[in-house]
């Protein structure tokens, strides 16, 4: 723990001007990211007696080290490189929102020659129309197969599309009505893409004058004796009604706003967020989050605002924010929003009317979230600390391994040997700890000797971090020589100085699981060993019985089958073996997708397609002189000799027979194949 008075800024050295100021803690790692109008009164608010301030706050000045900041002369600027540092910076002290799952879209991708409509996921592209998001994806697919009836835009994946082109047939949804089948050229280009600019204003709420320009139409083929055209006009205004009818309107005006409630105790904040378009709530979504840092209902708005539009632009952000407290920066908070919008927003507390009533249902929504959230977590945190402890008491360990990291050897048949290792910390994956391995020392098969040698590397890693940070030195009487002094010799030499980012191997586990009973344990064992690690404990858990095996013991330690240790160990394991397989299929892949293409120096994908396009094959590129392979866009003298003696040195497959015929094939390799394969190279 930290004295906050041995890293406090002189008096005066601290400007009073708007900035950004970022802790860090003696690894300097950043663990609290802040912005302030005045950064002077700001910063002397940390520095106080201990007993005056926030628990948390207390707890976050005794962790840092030091104290940094930078001025900026608006505080809309402030509000942006906040946003910024927070998002690259990842403070563990930070407020930060997490969806409890990923919300679904309605898409209309209007960046393609015949725009899609279809469920989409994830983080938003350029030149697509999104609708929502929804909480569900039936309720998505329900809407559209309503509005399909009267706008049949295209709905298939490229695949199928491009295979009824082939054929000259449409799909099911073609002979059935719903869609225009611009496949087989029923409609044109324009055509389809003016059905979707409709069924995108459509859903934008401009509903009312397309239906009335449908029920003049139904009107006039009824004078005129058309009743079959008249009934199908009838039924697609029913359709475009039943579709309205899933979004109830709420606010009159057809009014564009968001409306944001929190609902919070002293531990954690749930927020619950309605997007209202055309006076219609078209779509919902929900974080919860852990209060890590001293903030107010204010505070936790302008956190939500910063996450949910900090990568939006245009109608995305809408013309209202309705929120439960003003931030204290509105005016700057405005203005933010206004730059991204590309105008006026307003951020304002509804007072009364419909907007007010709806808020109070949009905090009921936040209240019953957090509610629900306690709920599973207690039931979860409950049975992970059982399995935590049990298994700290069956293999002996002075506490709960609150972090616990499982290797796992995967190959085929001696081929593409890789290993993984993945991390769970209370209980819980840390998907983004996970790590894979190619096993460098060595070919062939021999499970034991891998797995030393990934124990090795990654605990080798970790002693560079610690010789970085000054926790470890390479004099101590227990150490190596160096981190890299043992087999594969993998120091970073070129690694950069710390930026305040967590980095791969920067936290040591408290227990290492390795796929595999006695051979594999003492393997991993003998490589901590020979790097002076001596507190971090090491288990094998082997398949055939799901026993445990101990360093040096000739007997397992059998858990019972019902127990939460046995199945938070399988889980780790399992885990570990389904990534580790996972890997070795995609290099398996990319190495039976290589072409020769792919071995030559400084040659990247994109020059590599040009080269096949251009030729059409890797046999007549073979055949090209070098002043032909020039003729390509993008590839000079040097590189083209670079590729005819890369190719001449290649020797090319044999040729192909056809095997009811003896006919030979001739090779002509197309242009998707060998060099329009997956490209990298793994480390």
Request: glycine content about 8%; some cysteine.
């Amino acid at each position: 723990m930290a004295d906050p008075s041995s890293y406090r800024p002189q008096p005066g050295q601290v400007p009073d001007s708007p900035g950004v100021y970022k802790f860090r803690d003696e690894h300097r790692r950043v663990i609290y990211v802040g912005k302030a109008k005045s950064l002077r009164q700001r910063l002397a608010s940390y520095f106080q007696d201990l007993a005056g301030l926030h628990p948390r706050t207390a707890t976050m000045v005794t962790t840092a080290a030091s104290v940094e900041w930078t001025v900026v002369s608006t505080e809309v600027e402030a509000l942006q490189l906040e946003y910024s540092w927070i998002k690259e910076f990842d403070p563990r002290f930070n407020v930060k929102y997490r969806d409890d799952k990923s919300y679904p879209s309605l898409a209309v991708t209007m960046n393609e020659d015949y725009p899609r409509v279809q469920v989409m996921r994830g983080p938003k592209k350029k030149g697509v129309r999104y609708f929502g998001p929804y909480g569900h994806a039936w309720a998505i697919r329900e809407t559209v197969d309503l509005m399909l009836r009267v706008f049949p835009v295209r709905t298939c994946s490229a695949g199928v599309f491009k295979r009824s082109a082939q054929i000259g047939r449409p799909c099911l949804l073609g002979y059935i009505g719903k869609c225009a089948a611009p496949c087989v050229g029923r409609v044109t280009p324009e055509e389809h893409r003016e059905l979707a600019e409709d069924f995108c204003d459509f859903m934008a709420g401009r509903t009312g004058t397309y239906l009335t320009r449908l029920e003049q139409q139904m009107h006039e083929a009824a004078e005129e004796m058309e009743y079959e055209k008249a009934a199908r006009l009838r039924d697609d205004i029913g359709a475009l009604r039943r579709a309205m009818e899933k979004n109830a309107v709420v606010l009159a005006d057809a009014t564009d706003a968001d409306l944001f409630a929190v609902a919070e105790d002293e531990l954690e904040a749930a927020v619950q967020i309605f997007h209202v378009r055309g006076g219609r709530v078209r779509g919902q979504r929900g974080w919860v989050t852990d209060k890590v840092e001293a903030v107010d209902t204010a505070g936790l708005v302008e956190h939500a605002l910063q996450q949910l539009y900090g990568e939006e632009k245009g109608e995305s952000v809408p013309k209202e924010v309705l929120v439960p407290a003003l931030p204290e920066d509105t005016p700057a908070l405005s203005q933010w929003l206004a730059e991204r919008r590309g105008s006026q927003v307003s951020l304002r507390i509804p007072q009364r009317g419909d907007k007010k009533a709806l808020m109070e249902t949009v905090h009921r929504n936040a209240q019953q979230s957090l509610a629900l959230h306690k709920t599973k977590r207690a039931a979860d945190l409950t049975t992970r600390s059982r399995a935590l402890e049990e298994i700290a008491e069956a293999l002996d360990l002075d506490g709960a391994p609150l972090r616990i990291e499982c290797f796992d050897i995967s190959h085929l048949q001696g081929d593409d040997v890789v290993a993984s290792m993945v991390v769970f910390e209370d209980g819980l994956a840390r998907k983004g700890e996970y790590r894979r391995f190619q096993i460098k020392s060595f070919e062939g098969q021999d499970d034991v000797r891998s797995m030393h040698e990934v124990v090795s590397r990654r605990f080798r890693r970790y002693l560079q971090e610690k010789l970085k940070t000054g926790e470890w030195s390479p004099e101590s009487p227990d150490a190596p020589e160096s981190p890299g002094a043992a087999a594969g010799g993998e120091v970073d030499q070129d690694t950069p100085e710390d930026d305040g980012r967590p980095k791969r191997f920067a936290y040591p586990p408290q227990l290492v699981v390795v796929d595999g009973g006695q051979p594999q344990v003492a393997a991993a064992k003998r490589a901590l060993e020979e790097l002076g690690i001596d507190d971090v404990a090491v288990c094998g858990l082997a398949k055939r019985l799901e026993e445990v095996w101990l360093p040096g013991e000739d007997d397992p330690v059998v858990l019972p089958r019902s127990s939460e240790g046995l199945y938070l160990l399988q889980r780790v394991r399992d885990e570990a073996h389904r990534f580790a397989i996972q890997y070795q299929r995609n290099k398996r892949g990319k190495r039976l997708k290589a072409g020769p293409l792919d071995e030559v120096p400084g040659l990247g994908e994109s020059r590599r397609l040009a080269l096949i396009k251009h030729f059409g094959s890797v046999k007549k590129l073979r055949q090209a002189t070098i002043d032909q392979i020039c003729e390509v866009p993008g590839i000079g003298r040097k590189t083209a000799e670079t590729v005819a003696v890369a190719l001449a040195q290649a020797v090319p497959a044999g040729p192909a027979v056809n095997t009811a015929t003896g006919e030979i094939i001739e090779d002509e390799t197309p242009a998707s194949a060998g060099a329009a394969s997956d490209r990298g190279t793994e480390q």
